[in-house]
């Protein structure tokens, strides 16, 4: 029978039915084969020649070669989404447990890292789960509607990122610097989207930080008692990389003004692992206040003095800082949430309004007691570490007010050009760090995306604490001590962990959202 509709539409375009028309590609398909041909010949060429030095570099056209072709699969609805919920699993683990300059290093290539041998994998399973399944793009879609703000800061600071490898005096270096912030950072965040949306897997990330903790902790008391590294000079040759940076790594620690060893565990310095505990604290001092069995809450109390001592092994006040304030902050939220949701509670409402009393105690206490006041806020010993922050802050603030748009992705402490005594180039300050690469509007941009998931989530736990979402106290109250930290500490150990964490905050307001039957993609609401 004649399709009416398929002669309409052949009248239009002058084909019959059953028929295509010829286009622009097709009419010069043999022209089109030839430059392929010949892009062909000269990038192998280019690539015999060059291949050594620029490895990395001349790999980026297969990887978005390979990107389209996976972005071009069929919609078969069988997307591997088990795979990678257990790759990011295994890349946290990973993070958390082996030290990344223990690691192959071939030349032409980055360090091959444990980290980015599961990294890689996971990025490109993450590609295939969004090409072959609409529902998983839709799941994926409906659980960042739950915080838009958040996902579109995002957004935009991968934009600001890219823009800033144009301004980069080294491009070749942004580009490797930006590839790894994608994977290690905005891809984290949507798989953890994901994946922490559904039931029991934050609780398996809480008692993952919680073990971790115990393991980096007792790497650090036995690194205490030998005073050196426990695989320093018992290091595989093929992990070994002659690289002066790792020779410092390896190298004992301790402060200048004082001699005393500072641990660092599996961390590339002692701060590293100080941020790292400070980090953790939250969820140990959630276990051992709100975990069901009675073995898991003695656990968490025994571990709490644990944590804080390596933390002083490590001497680093802004670990001491980010203990304090995690006890601080969910003493606020125990007594809110406790006079929110139940009824008839005394202890609630007494503790919330006494807390600006305990607050202000606190803060009195850490500048007349002799010992708190040292380490948290130094001795003489601790001057110069200040001093050279108050320099490289004063040196960096006119270099961003003459080039508001920033550096380029990777460049700051370049740019910045500051030097320890010891001759070695470095940067304190990530708030510093931020402005300087990205400029002013991606200051702005970056920080906007954990200001956004902090509001977001507190609006959440005033809705319901109940079950996994109460997760979002140990959260929030780690989100605070990242930011707080990344004010006097520069370094990126911890970034991919502290992404996960956001990613599971946007998971566990969805699933607050849901619970109290709101809408799953809110019209455009506002943090405030």
């Known amino acids: 029978m004649l399709n009416f509709g398929n002669l309409i539409s052949s009248k239009k375009t002058g084909v019959l039915p059953g028929y295509s028309s010829s286009n622009f590609w097709r009419r010069h398909k043999l022209a089109w084969f030839f430059l392929l041909i010949l892009f062909s010949f000269f990038y192998g060429l280019i690539f015999g020649v060059f291949g050594t030095f620029f490895l990395l570099q001349l790999l980026v056209p297969l990887v978005v070669l390979a990107v389209f072709v996976i972005w071009l699969l069929p919609d078969t609805g069988q997307a591997p989404t088990k795979l990678l919920e257990w790759l990011l699993f295994a890349f946290l683990a990973a993070l958390l447990f082996w030290p990344d300059y223990l690691a192959l290093a071939l030349p032409g290539l980055p360090w091959i890292t444990a980290i980015r041998i599961i990294g890689v994998p996971m990025a490109f399973t993450f590609l295939l789960c969004l090409s072959l399944s609409s529902e998983f793009r839709h799941r994926l879609k409906e659980v960042l509607g739950a915080t838009p703000m958040v996902w579109k800061l995002m957004i935009g600071f991968v934009a600001i990122s890219l823009v800033s490898i144009g301004l980069s005096s080294e491009p070749f270096f942004s580009v490797n610097k930006f590839i790894v912030a994608q994977i290690y950072w905005t891809m984290i965040f949507f798989a953890s989207v994901y994946v922490f949306s559904k039931p029991q897997r934050m609780t398996f990330f809480g008692y993952l930080i919680f073990g971790f903790a115990l393991y980096v902790s007792a790497i650090g008391l036995w690194e205490w008692y030998l005073h050196k590294l426990p695989w320093a000079g018992h290091i595989p040759n093929f992990l070994k990389i002659d690289d002066e940076a790792v020779s410092r790594i390896l190298s004992?620690?301790?402060?200048?003004?004082?001699?005393?060893?500072?641990?660092?565990?599996?961390?590339?310095?002692?701060?590293?692992?100080?941020?790292?505990?400070?980090?953790?604290?939250?969820?140990?001092?959630?276990?051992?206040?709100?975990?069901?069995?009675?073995?898991?809450?003695?656990?968490?109390?025994?571990?709490?003095?644990?944590?804080?001592?390596v933390i002083l092994l490590s001497d680093s006040r802004l670990g001491v800082i980010g203990f304090l304030l995690s006890f601080v902050f969910y003493l606020l939220a125990w007594g809110v949430l406790r006079w929110k949701h139940r009824e008839g509670s005394l202890y609630g409402p007494a503790m919330t309004l006494a807390y600006p009393i305990i607050f202000i105690a606190f803060v009195a206490s850490t500048f007349f007691v002799g010992r708190l006041r040292n380490i948290v806020w130094g001795t003489k010993a601790q001057s110069f570490s200040n001093q050279a922050r108050a320099d490289q802050v004063a040196d960096g603030i006119p270099m961003i007010l003459s080039k508001p748009w920033g550096h380029g992705i990777g460049r700051g402490a370049d740019e910045l050009g500051y030097t320890n005594l010891g001759g070695v180039l470095t940067i304190d300050s990530y708030f510093l760090v931020t402005a300087l690469e990205f400029g002013i509007i991606g200051f702005i941009i970056y920080y906007g995306i954990f200001v956004a998931q902090l509001v977001y989530s507190g609006l959440s736990l005033l809705k319901t604490e109940t079950g996994e979402i109460a997760f979002l106290v140990p959260l929030t109250i780690s989100l605070i001590n990242f930011l707080v930290i990344k004010s006097v500490f520069a370094q990126q150990d911890n970034h991919p962990l502290v992404f996960a964490m956001l990613g599971a905050m946007t998971a566990l307001v969805y699933r607050v959202n849901q619970t109290n039957g709101d809408p799953p993609t809110p019209p455009q609401p506002s943090p405030a």
């Open 252 to 309: 004992a620690k301790s402060r200048a003004a004082t001699g005393i060893y500072r641990v660092q565990s599996k961390f590339t310095t002692p701060l590293g692992l100080a941020e790292f505990l400070a980090l953790a604290t939250p969820f140990i001092l959630h276990f051992a206040m709100s975990a069901r069995l009675n073995s898991v809450k003695v656990a968490g109390f025994l571990s709490l003095p644990l944590i804080f001592y």
